[in-house]
């Protein structure tokens, strides 16, 4: 598949810091690409460099496998900063309308499209609100569909679900993965990992200016794992000894949280549990949750800190 | 192009939308002519405010008789066989309002005279009284020094001079110095105020912007200069509109106003005839009048246009710089005004001295000067401009208008993106040398 953007080696220098420094990605046509990093972590910039609003001091970005046009692209972009940025006193309906005409859409176009939208996001009677006597969840409705209006072939989220309720956020993420089968192409920005990884299928990771992570939700989490087991029991056993196979690494409920050591299978836990005579109800693996991962290396600090201190009663 | 023209349309719709707009469009003309009409009433109908005066002419100034003019419905009513303290007591009972007491000097005591009252006397009945006394001591004086009063009244003086200017092409035009200072004045203010009023209010709106980082949105969609401009384009049709509104009411209500108070008018609306008393004032006016319409109206009307556009534009794209540069903080915002509004505050002092000397070289410069060129030259513009001065200005406010749009929009373009952080001149300086 055809990758919409290429990001080679992009620099930008601010004058007291590298915001960002040689970056470079790929992410394909209709991906939902997830863009991860600590507050200050450089990834607003990124995007403003995506987005044309700022130029890279170094390296190119390639969009459509043609170098990035600013003046002409940006008819192809949404883009929905995080600082949600939306006139107050202005009308909604007239404000829904003159960004989706700043976008290039007819006026007849923009109209037919925002009562698609309105209707779907049960904003009908937004209209002749303004914005100013909206909460800061609904005004993110508003320019979530401000964003996605003119229907770009890449959409840039910057944390999209803050101020969210559930089922609103849940309603967003369904018009996401809507977009992103009709053929849309989504850039998330955020810094809670939870979200991304349930949407996104690749992920890059950036701090202090540099990707320090890049690669599928899948492969990462392989590639993290700490050989994590979670065994369930009927009743618990109130000793299990750490052994040469594996030794405990916590417990949750009736759960027991095993770490295989080097060298040995799940087979070999199962084995030697069973011989226990244990009642066991299930055995998962544990991956690590991007989270952990993100953590980890941005705090430099091992992902067994997360997890609760050991019962020493076992 | 297009994007332009939905920025100004949004940026002008908006505002001229507003009920604000609205409200201060209409009300401004009908109170400035209410003003003017009620001032007009009040010189009209000041005098009707009839007093009962009680007069005890002890030192005998007035010999029994006081002059009147048709205007003052005042009656005055000598009183005899009294003195000061025991009509003092009962003048209100009698129906009097008012009691004026002479004592009985001659007029080097005349500060002696007072004039009794329940609460404080107005100004205006009180200088007429003054005139009164003034004149009857006057002609007690000229009568002491041997002048008959009717010769003195003839021997004085009140000139006007009358100012020809012969501009070489054979014809004279008339120049009357008041005429043109009133006008000239009027379209310097004029002018100051627009460059300050509009001028805020591109700030606030790139403040607006960019405090609600609406910036970033657009500058998504659209060029920052796009933005930058749309924004000083539709608040400068903004107030062109609004200029025109208020000369259409001001125009209609002046037209109207005569036939719902025609008593008011008629005497107003024809000053000749109303002076017809006094020849020298009707004089006076008719000279005023005539050189009114004897100023070069079609160069002043373009002018004032011209310097409207230009100089708004000019101001505007500063006004706009400093709007993108400050954050949510008022008080910076006022610091970094300042340099604009120091130019701005020294076109309209130059100003004023340009109404009473405008050939003066510091008028000279700064009409010329683009930054003060737009407020002095209005007040220069009526005496007539060599017309080498006029082309000079008018180009050098077209060239440093589009200088400063293009050094402006490079702070606006950083500036408008740039949070949280304050800006020093030196960055400034740095985001217009550095090449995007």
């Known amino acids: 598949m055809q990758n919409i953007l290429e990001v080679n080696r992009l620099k930008k220098n601010f004058a007291t810091q590298k915001a960002v420094d040689d970056v470079s990605f790929t992410i394909e046509k209709g991906a939902i690409f997830g863009m991860l990093g600590p507050n200050g972590a450089g990834k607003t910039t990124l995007l403003r460099m995506i987005t044309g609003i700022f130029f890279p001091d170094e390296g190119e970005i390639i969009f459509n496998g043609r170098k990035f046009d600013p003046e002409n692209d940006i008819i192809n972009i949404g883009y929905m900063p995080e600082e949600r940025g939306l006139y107050k006193k202005m009308k909604i309906g007239e404000q829904a309308l003159y960004l989706a005409r700043l976008k290039g859409l007819s006026k007849a176009e923009a109209m037919n499209r925002i009562k698609y939208w309105f209707e779907k996001m049960e904003m009908q009677t937004w209209w002749n609100k303004k914005v100013q006597d909206l909460s800061k969840g609904m005004s993110q409705k508003l320019q979530f569909v401000t964003t996605v209006l003119h229907e770009p072939q890449l959409i840039i989220l910057d944390e999209p679900f803050s101020g969210l309720d559930p089922v609103n956020a849940s309603l967003i993420k369904d018009e996401i993965y809507g977009l992103a089968k009709k053929g849309s192409t989504i850039i998330f920005s955020t810094h809670r990992m939870g979200e991304v990884e349930e949407i996104c299928d690749h992920i890059v990771l950036i701090n202090r200016g540099t990707k320090i992570l890049d690669g599928s939700v899948k492969k990462i989490k392989q590639d993290f794992k700490e050989n994590l087991f979670e065994v369930g029991f ?22 027991i949280i095993l770490k295989i050591h080097e060298g040995y299978k799940p087979h070999d836990v199962l084995q030697y549990l069973l011989a226990q005579s244990y009642e066991i109800i299930s055995f998962n693996e544990m991956l690590p949750s991007l989270n952990d991962i993100f953590i980890r290396l941005v705090e430099d600090t091992p992902l067994a800190r997360q997890f609760q201190p050991v019962e020493k009663t076992l | 192009m297009n994007k332009i023209w939905l920025i100004i349309e949004r940026e002008y719709l908006t505002r001229v939308k507003k009920k604000s707009f609205l409200l201060t469009t209409i009300l401004v003309p009908i109170v400035i002519v209410g003003f003017y009409a009620i001032m007009i009433a009040v010189s009209i109908s000041g005098e009707s405010n009839a007093q009962n005066i009680a007069i005890l002419d002890k030192a005998g100034l007035f010999e029994g008789k006081i002059e009147k003019d048709k ?62 006394v ?17 010769t003195y009244k003839n021997i004085k003086a009140d000139v006007e001079i009358e100012n020809t200017i012969d501009s070489g092409k054979g014809q004279e035009t008339k120049s009357n110095a008041t005429a043109s200072l009133i006008i000239s004045f009027a379209g310097g203010v004029l002018i100051y ?43 400068g049709a903004v107030g062109l509109t609004q200029f025109a509104i208020w000369i259409v009411l001001m125009g209609t209500l002046q037209l109207i106003i005569p036939f719902i108070f025609p008593q008011l008018f008629e005497q107003v609306s024809n000053p000749v005839l109303q002076e017809a008393g006094s020849n020298a004032e009707s004089g006076k006016l008719g000279l005023f009048l005539q050189s009114l319409a004897a100023l070069p109206i079609g160069i002043i009307l373009f002018c004032f246009v011209f310097y409207f556009i230009g100089g708004y534009l000019l101001y505007a794209s500063l006004f706009a710089a400093v709007g993108s540069v400050v954050s949510e903080d008022q008080q910076e915002a006022q610091q970094l ?14 100003m004023t001295k340009a109404v009473n000397d405008p050939d003066s070289g510091l008028a000279v410069f700064g009409s010329m000067f683009p930054l003060t060129s737009p407020v002095v030259m209005m007040g220069r513009v009526t005496y007539g401009v060599p017309w080498w001065q006029l082309v000079v200005s008018m180009l050098l406010l077209v060239l440093s208008f589009l200088f400063f749009t293009w050094l402006t929009a490079k702070i606006y373009r950083t500036g408008i993106l740039l949070y949280g952080k304050k800006i020093s001149w030196k960055e400034m300086w740095k985001w217009i040398v550095r090449k995007s």
Do not use: W
């Not at chain 2, 009183?79 to 007029?107: A, H």
């Not at chain 2, 004149?135 to 009717?150: F, Q, T």
């Open chain 2, 71 to 132: 205007k003052d419905k005042s009656t005055y009513i000598f009183i005899e066989n009294e003195t000061e303290q025991s009509f003092k007591t009962k003048y209100r009972q009698e129906g009097y309002t008012l009691f004026l007491y002479i004592p009985p000097v001659n007029d080097t005591l005349a500060e002696q005279i007072k004039v009794h009252s329940q609460a404080s006397v107005s100004l205006f009945v009180k200088s007429a009284l003054e005139k009164k």
């Open chain 2, 134 to 150: 003034n004149a009857a001591i006057e002609r007690k004086r000229l009568l002491a020094a041997n002048i008959d009063p009717d």
């Open chain 1, 234 to 255: 009927e009743k618990r056993p109130e000793l299990i000894q750490n052994n040469n196979i594996f030794e405990v690494a916590g417990t949750r409920g009736e759960h």
């Open chain 2, 337 to 350: 005004v300042l340099p604009i509004m120091m130019p701005l505050i020294l076109g309209f002092v130059i």
């Open chain 2, 193 to 235: 105020m627009i460059l300050l009023i509009y001028g805020t209010m591109v700030m606030r709106g790139v403040m607006e912007e960019k405090t609600n980082r609406i910036a970033e949105v657009i500058v998504s969609s659209a060029k920052p200069f796009q933005l930058m401009m749309g924004k000083i384009i539709g608040i």
